[in-house]
């Protein structure tokens, strides 16, 4: 079936610092591959998507491009700031359920430092 | 701004209780969804709805139930509350089709059984 495997956190950077939190993905077929956020005391919100292969999505200085060859969905970003300190699941939806559900990660925690 | 609800942010209950978690959305999805939250398992799905009255199971649907008696809402049901129910859960909604679709979801609901 499908399923999606995240880096386990938390993960600590300084303000400023580059981030990268790996994703990959067991698939039939070409899923959509999503990103979503969840600040404190929030519900998850949707940080970026991509469904095609070298498609890259792109929000808030965020970015992941899906990578068939290699099954993956990295998230990055060039400089990280406190406010980017969260829960980071990357998740996918496949054409064996009509691309209507989705299977997450795991989650990532992100510290951010002043 | 889009906007999903759930009736509590908190909520405690005794053992053996019969739990009502509310959800409502003024998007107009055709999809509903229930997930639990636990740390190191990311979300998991219990229950999805594609239409009024329509239901199908998720990945751990035992010990609950659903109900979808108008577009805009979706209930979760425990019928026996136990300890191992202690979690957060969260509701989302998406639109029907298409496989870019993002799912928008409530703050969540923080069941703690006693």
């Known amino acids: 079936g499908n399923s999606v495997t995240q880096m386990e956190g938390p993960v600590t950077l300084s303000e400023e610092a580059f981030l990268t939190i790996n994703c990959t993905y067991t698939?039939?077929?070409?899923?959509?591959l999503f990103w979503y956020v969840q600040y404190p005391g929030e519900g998850l919100q949707l940080l970026l998507k991509?469904?095609?292969?070298?498609d890259k999505g792109s929000n808030k200085g965020f970015e992941a491009t899906y990578r068939k060859e290699t099954t993956s969905f990295h998230l990055e970003k060039g400089s990280v700031q406190v406010s980017d300190s969260a829960v980071y699941f990357c998740a996918l939806s496949g054409m064996n359920t009509g691309f209507q559900k989705l299977v997450f990660g795991t989650g990532t925690r992100l510290l951010v430092s002043p | 701004d889009v906007k999903v609800t759930q009736s509590s942010r908190y909520l405690v209950k005794r053992t053996g209780e019969k739990v009502f978690l509310e959800c409502v959305q003024d998007m107009d999805h055709e999809n509903m969804f229930w997930y639990r939250q636990d740390p190191g398992l990311g979300l998991r799905l219990i229950y999805f709805?594609?239409?009024?009255?329509?239901?199908e199971k998720g990945d751990i649907p035992e010990g609950y139930s659903v109900s979808r008696e108008k577009k805009e809402r979706f209930s979760l049901i425990l019928e026996s509350a136990s300890t191992n129910q202690t979690s957060m859960y969260l509701c989302a909604s998406s639109l029907f089709g298409g496989r870019s679709y993002e799912q928008y979801f409530g703050p969540g609901t923080r069941l703690t059984v006693t």
């Open positions: 709805s594609y239409d009024v009255k329509m239901k």
């Open positions: 991509a469904t095609k292969a070298d």
């Open positions: 698939a039939t077929g070409y899923p959509s």
